[in-house]
């Protein structure tokens, strides 16, 4: 739940690792738009992976996924993860 006022949420996963040392993330609303997108560093090793992402981007309630790719030209997913965003 995004409370009014509430600047930031974090959002938390374990991804498989990739040979590289970050990795490329989309967050998607419920139609499969793009909402943000961006590169963060890989987690230590067994170390979840935090965001840090501003509530309002999440404006709308409903289904989001959450894509974490590997960097590479290919940009193949490590890992999708959906969550429900409600107000």
Request: hydrophobic share 40%.
């Amino acid at each position: 739940t995004v409370s009014p006022g509430q600047r930031f949420v974090t959002l938390a996963m374990d991804v498989m690792t990739s040979s590289a040392k970050e990795l490329r993330y989309d967050l998607l609303d419920e139609a499969g738009t793009t909402l943000l997108s961006g590169r963060t560093p890989l987690p230590l090793s067994g170390a979840p992976l935090y965001l840090l992402i501003p509530a309002d981007e999440l404006g709308r309630q409903g289904r989001h996924t959450l894509i974490v790719r590997d960097p590479d030209s290919s940009g193949a997913a490590l890992g999708e993860y959906g969550f429900d965003v409600a107000h």
